[in-house]
């Protein structure tokens, strides 16, 4: 499985644009890029994934570059209940979904 | 949509003692369930992968005969801490895969406190 590579930390003021990114320079050509972040005590939370094509939905925009060795998750207005760490993990489709979880980045939304 | 439930949200048991959790997939039904492990300050860790119907599929290092874990439906599996030791203390969540979307939801977790 590819291995994702994240800053450790993160700060953001409240309202303002999140860009958190990931490095996975050795993405296969069927791995999905899939992004999760978990709050304290709480268990993980679904974002996105994307294959190729940039994604957005209501939480947040999946920006992949065109070589796929990266990618950037956007929270558009972040606020405090965004402060998480964020997961981001490369997985193949074809198989039954299994997720290998890094470090992550810990965001924090500061008012 | 993608519900998961755990049961119970937290529990404190006796050394020596075994304890079960329960995860269901509330809204659809997952042939996938998988188990995670988190002690403090530290990123989940996958312990096995529970497929409905089948025997688990169990990660290395972790114990089969300690952790049992048992996928009897489509929207419920268990997983069985026996013999309970103080270094069992920690945060068990499980999560359930939605083919289709091709995405796994998490359930909301289980703290589990050995005396």
């Known amino acids: 499985d590819a291995k994702t590579t994240q800053p450790p930390s993160m700060d953001c003021a409240e309202g303002r644009a999140a860009n958190l990114p990931c490095n996975h320079s050795?993405?296969?050509?069927?791995?999905?890029v899939y992004w999760y972040r978990q709050i304290h005590s709480q268990g993980p939370q679904y974002i996105i994934h994307?294959?190729?094509n940039n994604e957005t939905n209501e939480m947040a925009s999946l920006i992949i570059t065109e070589d796929r060795k990266s990618s950037t998750l956007i929270l558009p207005h972040a606020t405090l209940r965004d402060t998480a760490v964020y997961y981001c993990?490369?997985?193949?489709?074809?198989?039954?979904?299994?997720?290998?979880f890094g470090q992550g980045t810990t965001l924090q939304v500061k008012p | 949509g993608a519900v998961v439930s755990q049961h119970p949200s937290w529990v404190i048991c006796k050394s020596g003692t075994s304890v079960k959790i329960e995860c269901r997939s509330l809204?659809?039904?997952?042939?996938?369930m998988f188990w995670y492990r988190q002690f403090p300050k530290q990123s989940l860790m996958l312990m096995a992968t529970?497929?409905?119907?089948?025997?688990?599929?169990?990660e290395q290092g972790v114990e089969k005969d300690k952790f049992l874990i048992n996928h009897a439906s489509l929207t419920l599996s268990t997983l069985t801490v026996t013999s309970a030791h103080p270094e069992d203390s920690s945060f068990y969540i499980c999560?359930?895969?939605?083919?289709?979307?091709?995405?796994?939801?998490f359930g909301p977790g289980t703290r589990l406190l050995v005396l």
């Open positions: 993990i490369v997985n193949p489709s074809s198989n039954t979904g299994k997720l290998i």
């Open positions: 050795t993405i296969s050509g069927n791995e999905y």
């Open positions: 994307g294959l190729k």
């Open positions: 809204d659809f039904q997952a042939t996938t």
């Open positions: 529970s497929n409905e119907g089948s025997k688990a599929t169990y």
């Open positions: 999560s359930c895969y939605l083919q289709g979307q091709e995405t796994q939801y």
